[in-house]
Structure formats: structure tokens, C-alpha cells
């Protein structure tokens, strides 16, 4: 199973983007089973949880940093989640992945067990 998140780039402070991550792969990977995360890592820091939603898309939790400017979102038929950033800051500037746990994980790092490639966001001053 291969997670891709897709739509980093370089905006300006105030400004927003959409990112999105795809599954793809194993044929018996069921994405709908599985509850999505993302997740950001800058330059010489800690993988940081950013949003976490379940299976159905019915339940989301926020971390604290984004919570009221990010939106997660998923589409299963798509077999892709979503993030929605909004209002973004100097500090956003980070490359920027997707997880996926078979449980609902929330920011449970070592929960989730798939991970996907990174899409770098740089936010400008």
C-alpha cells in the first residue's frame, strides 16, 4: 500500500492550500477501513499530528496549532483524504504526510501503521 499526499507548494502568509493523499496499491487494502491522519515534520523537529478522521469521516479531531484554520476531509469512493489549511503561518512551513491506522488513532503516532510520502508547504512572510 502506497499513501502520496499531493498539493504542497509556496503561498503567502494569510493565504491557503489543499492537500490531498491517495491510496493506492494492495488489492485488499479497504480504505474506508482504515481512520486517516496528517502530520507535519519541519527541518530539525518532531513529527507533529496535525488532524485525525475515521473511517466514515464522521468524527475528526484537531491538534490544538490548527484546530479553527485546518479541515480534514476524506472521500472514500476516491480513496483519498484532504486537508484544508486556511490562514496559514510562517510557522505551517513543513513537509506535510498522511497515516493511516486501523483504529481510530487520533494523535496516537504509534498507532498508525501505514505511512505515506510528504508534500512540502512553504509559507512566506
Known amino acids: 500500500v502506497q499513501l502520496q499526499a499531493f498539493g504542497g507548494g509556496l503561498v503567502q502568509v494569510g493565504g491557503s492550500l489543499s492537500l490531498s493523499c491517495a491510496a493506492s496499491g494492495h488489492i485488499r487494502f479497504t480504505f474506508s477501513r482504515y481512520s486517516m491522519g496528517w502530520f507535519r515534520q519541519a527541518p530539525g523537529q518532531e513529527r507533529e499530528f496535525l488532524a485525525a478522521?475515521?473511517?466514515?469521516?464522521?468524527?475528526?479531531y484537531y491538534a490544538d496549532s490548527v484546530k479553527g484554520r485546518f479541515t480534514i476531509s476524506r472521500d472514500n469512493a476516491k480513496n483519498t483524504v484532504y486537508l484544508q489549511m486556511n490562514s496559514l503561518k510562517p510557522e505551517d512551513t513543513a513537509v506535510y504526510s498522511c497515516a493511516a491506522s486501523p483504529t481510530y488513532a487520533e494523535d496516537n503516532l504509534d498507532a498508525y501503521h501505514i505511512w505515506g510520502q510528504g508534500t512540502l508547504v512553504t509559507v512566506s512572510s
Open positions: 478522521i475515521n473511517w466514515s469521516g464522521g468524527i475528526t
